[in-house]
């Protein structure tokens, strides 16, 4: 370890050497390399944590830049994970990085989260931040938890014993999940880029206080900031009652299986390329009508959210619906209320993803006018 390259960190009273070798010695996960992750990752190496596992599916896209700050107009297309590393490795080639480039859920959190001293979640949808919740509370891994929506960010840490001994996860605050579509992300509802950059920074600061020793991070506590109107406050986390505690992974198994109403099905571009040749098939975009990329009114029928329950109750002839958003998370909104209005008489069907993650399939078949 070069002590020069900390030598601003190491001269601060309380800090020193010791917590420097702490901070060398430490493990840390980050799920979500995106607008959370990017700022947190940026100060975390900066720092000298010396392992960093970077765990994202997703490639570089040209809406990521306006706040992912480590990506440029020339990485679009490259894999998120592998353009950090990069840049990071420059900014600091002390660290030792671990890449996971897979889409972190119930099949392998357990075992990619296992290895590592703190698990940050940079994630934005509801289902990672309960998944990896869990996985955590059953192994007992510190997580440091951050979620932004337009002005606004939010930053916890869970898992961790308070002077008295009491530790909370996100079900003490959120006990149930919304159902899918019920509240929108970022990608739906808009976040000004400085806002995950504000809070990343401020999450990366909560690890380094935990590994190093140092402060008073957030443990049971709930920090809400307001960009607007430079005000924060914080809320304490208590144990709740609500939730049956996952104490065994057999537990943890069974919880991420509970889909059995779900009478719809997610499909990919390849699997909607071949219903859509079926005769009987009707593919409805439930964006708003100002929404971009514009689709061939043709071959999409556009039919946004506010007016689905009207449309629904409307003769549709085709047997297989297909629906589809900008990020497969108001089609599956859409699903349920078709699944509700239709019972079993159709094959209902939302695009994963949507049309974000399958956007070079939009573009290459000509359909985006």
């Not at 075992?111 to 590592?116: G, N, P, Q, R, V």
């Not at 957030?218 to 996952?246: A, C, F, G, R, V």
């Not at 708003?288 to 061939?296: A, G, I, S, T, V």
């Amino acid at each position: 370890m070069n002590t020069e390259r900390y030598q601003r960190q190491i001269v601060l009273n309380g800090f020193g050497i010791a917590s420097q070798e702490r901070l060398a010695q430490a493990k840390v996960l980050v799920i979500g390399a995106g607008g959370l992750g990017c700022p947190a990752l940026q100060y975390l190496v900066a720092a000298g944590v010396g392992s960093i596992g970077i765990a994202d599916h997703d490639t570089v896209e040209i809406s990521n830049l306006q706040r992912q700050i480590l990506y440029g107009s020339a990485d679009i297309g490259l894999l998120k994970v592998e353009v950090a590393a990069n840049r990071l490795q420059q900014l600091n080639p002390e660290v030792n990085f671990h890449l996971h480039p897979v889409s972190v859920d119930k099949k392998n959190v357990l075992e990619i989260i296992k290895d590592y001293d703190v698990i940050f979640d940079g994630t934005d949808n509801f289902e990672s931040r309960y998944l990896i919740n869990d996985a955590c509370a059953l192994q007992k891994k510190p997580l440091v938890f951050a979620a932004v929506s337009g002005f606004e960010g939010q930053l916890a840490v869970f898992n961790v014993d308070d002077e008295n001994g009491v530790k909370t996860n996100y079900r003490d605050l959120f006990p149930v999940s919304p159902k899918p579509g019920e509240i929108p992300n970022c990608a739906e509802n808009g976040i000004l880029g400085v806002i995950p950059g504000i809070i990343g920074t401020m999450a990366a600061g909560e690890i380094i206080k935990l590994v190093a020793g140092i402060g008073k991070p957030l443990i049971n506590k709930l920090l809400h900031y307001n960009l607007l109107t430079q005000e924060q406050y914080d809320m304490n986390i208590s144990p709740s009652n609500e939730y049956q505690h996952i104490v065994s992974e057999a537990d943890f198994r069974n919880r991420h299986n509970e889909n059995v109403n779900q009478s719809y099905s997610e499909i990919d571009v390849q699997q909607m390329n071949n219903l859509r040749n079926h005769p009987s098939t009707v593919i409805i975009d439930v964006r708003e009508r100002h929404e971009f990329p514009r689709l061939d009114s043709a071959v999409y029928k556009q039919v946004p959210m506010a007016e689905l329950e009207s449309f629904a109750s409307t003769i549709i002839e085709q047997q297989n619906i297909i629906l589809i958003c900008q990020h497969g998370i108001r089609s599956v909104a859409a699903a349920e209320i078709l699944c509700r209005k239709l019972g079993e008489t159709k094959n209902i069907y939302s695009l994963k993803g949507g049309i974000s993650k399958w956007r070079q399939y939009f573009l290459t078949t000509q359909h985006e006018q």
